[in-house]
């Protein structure tokens, strides 16, 4: 934790007095409702003192958009109340000259542009290259506050996994009932292929990037757990790098935690994954390829970590034994940190009009020849309706209480829930269970009375396929849009490795909602990323 | 190096290649037109169109303007200009990872200028007034930024596998397309020997020249004096000048034996010897010797070891059976 500077306020802001009788300049002086409070941090010495009340410039005169409403703001306690670890934060971004602030704007999307950071978005224009919209306030996060989300991560990681090692095998917690049969195999991404099945070192989740938020009271809560194919970490690392090369010295002063290591850790993740008897084992990354949205991340990563960037069509698979197709031969693969969803792996067990896989890459999994990461099947763990069973499946196995806890969730399959639920449609957020990315949803507050009544019809006659939760408003971090602070709706997606052991690097992606008001921080929805200092 | 990545650069290299000679035949060919008769043109632009193998869908009209805006921005035609800068940049694309930043951003940028609408409708109108100056200057910067794209290959990536893969594309590609160009042309230049030069040849050899870059060259060698076996001696078996024949198979041979000793290959030897043979017996041909026999003939030759070459390349490097590569 840092500590406060002890000078007043007045004179680190560098205020000129003759200036400031006009115009003041920063930012505490612009808040909504501060013409009479207090400025903050340091009260000492504020600018009451110094001025006559007279003198101020009315609010008009300042446009300053930072309001605070319902939802847990990430800089401010209270109006007028700064959290500390903002302090340094906002007196340097306060202190730079508008056009400087709006320079290193441009030298960080300039760095993203050259250095490739883009997604492509095809059009009648071909080819025409983006980058994924960067907000350039760090989002921080107290080293207390990050040991809670790390010891609840690695709770969940590895709850998880058991319960996966459990249902593919002896199915103990469907025998002792905690967990309904039917939820697990009616879910779209459990794979009977798996059954009884021994996965390297019991790892069925090597990577996950679990999606948090921040409830009203500031707590962290579990939105989503990742446990398919996350993605999204090379923007966090290239965040990272932008923001060092921006704001060197707030960066060194504020003693933030590096993130660098992750590829690394990645690596060896899943050099511990290989099977047995390979010392010096051959690890690829396996892509869609080129058209995939999240090309660029494969490349980066492969890259980043010193392997082969492969597809389906450079592996081949003979007497069970996976290889690629290389200039000097074939040569045999050991590990696949795969990218690709299950159903598109291997033709032959999965879908059999896939091009994206290998044909006999299961066959070649199935007899230990290859270790594949994450596992198949699963996605059976982050169903959205298995979802709610999380906190009982981390009691169950591990006989702990759950340390980050879930979003209160109504399942549609229990009765006394299904009701409460179809009585209170236009109070919650209905989700289909299957869908991702916004799509079969209904939000309560903005729907009509027709699209409720449609929802219920759906509800009622495949309860297994929707859950219900209220509507939540996540937490707000400040960010620049245009020249001025507002707040924006964030949520948090930190990226968790299970290996030898769990290791999760301190901070992850923040993802926000650029647009007032928002809460979808997708960037095909006008969704950005700011970088996440974790304080040691 | 994973089969595929060797496969996209070998590629990218050759369509860049394609894109440069077309383009190239097409300037010297608009700036020829302006010296002679009408009546001279519909022989040449023919002519062209056999150097650059008579592509499907690009027939000739008597509109020198329609034909060049065709085969530089047709795209439902793949040997036009624009299609192979297109199918470069995809191969690009798919090996991002595997070339420069440098060599992708030069790439990248070529093909947004020329897929750019306004270019083409920019050339449309000047080939509808037939006053502006032309697409030269277009055709210019294409062949400015292919050459830039070179540069920076050699100059930012590794001359690793990699490397020679695109050089083996390149000089493939460059020994086929001189080879039509030499063909297309026997029938002016070379067919009869005997014949007593008119006077108006000069324009036509010195136009052969130039599409391969060659007449600089050539006068240093031989002085601004052309005749025919010089001018064939010097575009077939000259070693110094890299449009020649010779140089481009010296080059492949080069690259493809630093491939062999990077991968490792024990089964090269087949590649090694049909490589190395055209190598040798151009290395060791006398100009007067092809101009006895047929000289359509030769150049058939040259081209059949060439694709037998490209076929083993493939079945070495990239589509090799899986049962033969796991014997050996």
């Known amino acids: ?536 | 190096m994973l089969s595929r990545v060797a496969d996209s650069l070998y590629w990218m290299s050759r369509y860049l290649e394609r894109a440069e000679h077309a383009t190239r035949l097409l300037d010297v060919n608009l700036n020829l037109m302006l010296d002679e008769s009408p009546t001279s043109s519909d022989h040449r632009w023919l002519r062209m169109l056999a150097a650059l193998g008579n592509p499907k869908r690009l027939k000739w009209n008597g509109n020198p303007y329609e034909l060049a805006r065709n085969l530089t921005f047709d795209t439902s035609n793949k040997s036009s200009v624009v299609s192979c800068i297109i199918a470069a940049r995809e191969n690009a694309r798919q090996v991002r990872e595997q070339i420069s930043t440098e060599q992708w951003q030069k790439l990248n940028s070529l093909y947004i200028e020329v897929t750019r609408p306004e270019v083409k409708r920019a050339m449309q109108i000047e080939a509808n007034a037939e006053s502006g100056e032309g697409p030269t200057a277009f055709l210019q910067e294409m062949m400015e930024a292919v050459h830039q794209f070179q540069g920076v290959t050699d100059s930012t990536m590794s001359h690793g596998e990699g490397w020679q893969f695109i050089q083996v594309g390149r000089y493939l590609e460059r020994a086929s397309g001189m080879r039509l160009l030499l063909e297309a042309y026997h029938g002016d230049v070379w067919s009869h020997p005997d014949r007593v030069p008119e006077g108006n040849e000069y324009l036509d050899w010195m136009g052969l020249l130039r599409s391969a870059t060659a007449f600089e060259a050539y006068c240093k060698v031989y002085t601004a004096d052309l005749t025919p076996e010089r001018i064939l001696e010097f575009l077939l078996l000259d070693s110094e000048f890299p449009h020649s024949l010779r140089f481009s198979i010296d080059s492949l041979q080069c690259a493809l034996q630093a491939i062999q000793e990077k991968s490792g290959k024990t089964r090269a030897e087949e590649l090694n010897r049909i490589a190395g043979r055209l190598s040798a017996s151009l290395g060791f041909a006398s100009v007067d010797e092809i101009l006895m026999g047929d000289l359509v003939d030769y150049l058939h030759g040259i081209q059949r070891q060439c694709q037998a070459i490209h076929q083993t390349i493939y079945h070495l490097y990239v589509d090799y059976p899986i049962q033969a590569a796991l014997a050996g």
């Open chain 1, 1 to 536: 934790m840092m500590s406060a500077p002890a000078r007043s306020h007045s004179f680190d802001f560098g205020h000129d007095r003759h200036l400031t009788a006009l115009l003041c300049s920063c930012y505490c002086c612009k808040l909504a409702g501060s013409a009479v409070g207090r400025h903050f941090p340091y009260t000492e010495s504020s600018m009451d003192d110094i001025l006559p009340p007279a003198t101020r410039q009315p609010q008009a005169a300042t446009p300053w958009n930072y309001k605070l409403d319902h939802a847990f703001d990430e800089m401010f306690a209270a109006q007028n109340e700064l959290r500390e670890h903002y302090g340094p934060l906002l007196e340097h971004f306060t202190a730079l000259p508008q056009d400087e602030v709006q320079r290193r704007k441009q030298a960080a999307d300039l760095s993203f542009l050259n250095q490739g950071i883009t997604f492509t978005v095809y059009g009648r224009e071909e080819g025409t290259e983006k980058i994924f919209p960067y907000d350039l306030l760090p989002r921080i996060i107290t080293s207390a506050e990050w040991s809670k989300v790390e010891r609840g991560l690695t709770q969940r990681i590895t709850a998880l996994n058991l319960f996966l090692k459990d249902i593919y095998n002896e199915g103990r917690i469907l025998k002792d009932g905690i967990v309904p049969r039917e939820i697990v195999y009616s879910c779209q991404h459990f794979r009977r292929q798996m059954s009884g099945l021994q996965v390297p070192r019991n790892v069925y989740i090597a990577v996950c990037g679990t999606d948090l938020i921040r409830l009203e009271n500031g707590d962290f809560v579990v939105l989503e757990d990742n446990l398919r194919v996350p993605s999204g970490v090379s923007y966090m690392l290239t965040n990272r790098r932008v923001m060092k090369r921006i704001f060197p010295q707030l960066f060194r002063n504020y003693n933030v935690k590096p993130i660098e290591q992750y590829t690394q850790l990645l690596l060896g993740t899943l050099r511990s994954l290989a099977p047995e008897g390979r010392p010096e084992p051959n690890i690829v990354l396996l892509s869609p390829g080129v058209f995939n949205s999240a090309y660029f991340e494969h490349a980066y990563l492969a890259r980043q970590m010193g392997i082969e960037l492969v597809e389906g069509r450079d592996l081949v698979v003979h007497d069970n034994v996976c290889y690629m197709r290389t200039t000097s031969g074939l040569r045999r693969v050991d590990v696949i940190y795969r990218r690709v969803d299950d159903d598109f792996i291997d033709p032959l067990s999965f879908r059999s009009d896939s091009i994206l896989g290998a044909a006999g890459l299961f066959n070649a999994y199935r007899a230990g020849n290859v270790t594949l990461a994450n596992a198949f099947g699963t996605g059976v763990a982050d169903d959205k309706a298995l979802y709610a069973y999380v906190p009982d499946i981390i009691r169950y196995y591990l006989s702990e209480e759950p340390v980050l806890n879930n979003v209160e969730t109504f399942l549609c399959t229990r009765e006394k829930e299904r009701n409460y639920v179809l009585a209170n449609l236009d109070k919650l957020v209905v989700k289909a269970v299957g869908e991702s990315g916004g799509y079969g949803m209904l939000i309560g507050t903005q729907s009509t009375a027709k699209e409720r009544e449609l929802f219920a019809e759906k509800i009622k006659a495949n309860p297994r396929n929707y859950i219900a939760q209220p509507t939540i408003s996540f937490s707000r971090a400040p960010c620049l849009i245009g020249d001025e602070l507002e707040p924006r709706h964030v949520d948090l997606r930190p990226y968790v490795l299970y290996g030898d052991k769990v290791t999760i690097v301190p901070g992850g992606l923040t993802r926000v909602a650029l647009k007032r008001g928002s809460l979808v921080v997708n960037s095909s929805q006008g969704g950005g990323s700011k970088d996440t200092w974790v304080l040691s």
